[in-house]
């Protein structure tokens, strides 16, 4: 008897076993005396078909049978379906523009409207994790275990937080590791959204409305991970050359991906950050920001910027999200205006179709 190692994509839970289970039976139903059947392997990294017939060309077909029930099973699964949820990641390629600082007061201010929110922090320095009261060194797991592991389910790395209709998928510095011991996996873009696909398709869940994705400023597997899991998109800038510099990165970030991998994402926004309307510079630049935006895609710029004060430097030291720590603040008002928009424009009117449904690159500023 020869084993034939068939597939190892996108093979990460029972549910895929069962299903290739099924695949086994349909080939060997169609090819008389054959004898299929799959498993995983040991490190369950894979899934393993074992074909037994005398023929070598016979076992040649059905494997050649097996990989075309695959591929379009696959396709079927890679599509996404979230269950109407919407996954919005957080990214741009340069940090110190108030990505974390955004993703968690975003979060807190949808989570004060009544919706179910999760906040995944998939930044290795954990900013998020530490913002939302939670040590990275005290976890009962290791982050990049969801990436890593097939076996280990999202519900395992969410807990519970403070704040009312808002859960945590903590972060530590273990998740860079992930972007070494997936250089050479298959499918390894993947790994994020087949989790979350995984688990909104299982009965008695938690279901959420919005997953918010605080992304590492870097172009490296867990970025791409986030992008290609994400149904929406918010890109926060600084009103400067260097920042803006940075989204046209993310824009060849996104064309790379639509040449080869097709993902699904919408543009949502662009929110300024950390702006401060007293320097002439960052005036300037969110004018021509604002102007080049609204012409070649429309109303993509978030209507309130967020600005700097000194309250959002005493928020991050307390470890507290500033619409909490400071409610009465200017940036809190701004999240909270930010947060209207981001319900506005997905659950209440329809929003102008998105650049990357059209395979074109985030808007160049400069």
Not at 222 to 243: E, R
């Amino acid at each position: 008897m020869k084993k034939i190692l068939v597939s190892s994509f996108f093979h990460a839970d029972t549910t895929d076993l069962d299903r290739c289970k099924e695949i086994a039976a349909s080939v060997q139903a169609i090819i008389s005396g054959l004898k299929l059947t799959c498993f995983l392997s040991e490190n369950a990294s894979q899934v393993v078909f074992h074909c037994d017939h005398p023929d070598t060309l016979t076992r040649s077909s059905a494997v050649m049978l097996v990989q075309q029930f695959l591929r379009h099973h696959l396709d079927e699964i890679d599509k996404i379906n979230y269950d109407n949820m919407r996954v919005i990641a957080i990214a741009n390629e340069k940090g110190g523009v108030a990505k974390t600082t955004s993703c968690i007061n975003l979060a807190v201010c949808l989570a004060m409207r009544e919706r179910k929110v999760l906040l995944i922090d998939f930044d290795a320095q954990a900013n998020a994790t530490l913002g939302l009261g939670y040590s990275p060194f005290e976890l009962g797991f290791h982050p990049d275990e969801l990436l890593t592991d097939p076996l280990f389910p999202l519900h395992k790395a969410i807990v519970p937080t403070d704040i009312p209709h808002l859960d945590l998928v903590p972060s530590s510095p273990t998740l860079h590791e992930a972007n070494l011991t997936l250089v050479r996996a298959i499918g390894r873009e993947l790994k994020l959204r087949n989790k979350l696909t995984s688990y909104f398709a299982k009965p008695n869940i938690t279901k959420y409305d919005y997953v918010l994705v605080d992304s590492p400023p870097a172009a490296d597997i867990l970025t791409l991970n986030v992008l290609m899991a994400a149904t929406h998109l918010i890109v926060p800038v600084q009103a400067s050359y260097y920042s803006l510099s940075a989204m046209g990165r993310l824009s060849s970030t996104m064309d790379s991906l639509f040449e080869s991998l097709e993902p699904r994402i919408q543009l949502l926004g662009i929110l300024v950050t950390m702006y401060n309307k007293s320097i002439p510079a960052q005036r300037a630049v969110l004018e021509i920001l604002q102007e080049k935006v609204n012409r070649q895609y429309g109303p993509f710029l978030f209507s309130a910027p967020i600005g700097h004060s000194k309250t959002m430097n005493e928020s991050e030291v307390a470890q507290r999200p500033i619409v909490i720590s400071h409610p009465g603040s200017a940036a809190a008002e701004a999240y909270h205006k930010v947060a209207e928009d981001i319900i506005q424009r997905i659950e209440e009117e329809p929003f102008p179709i998105s650049v990357f449904d059209q395979k074109e690159a985030l808007p160049w500023a400069i």
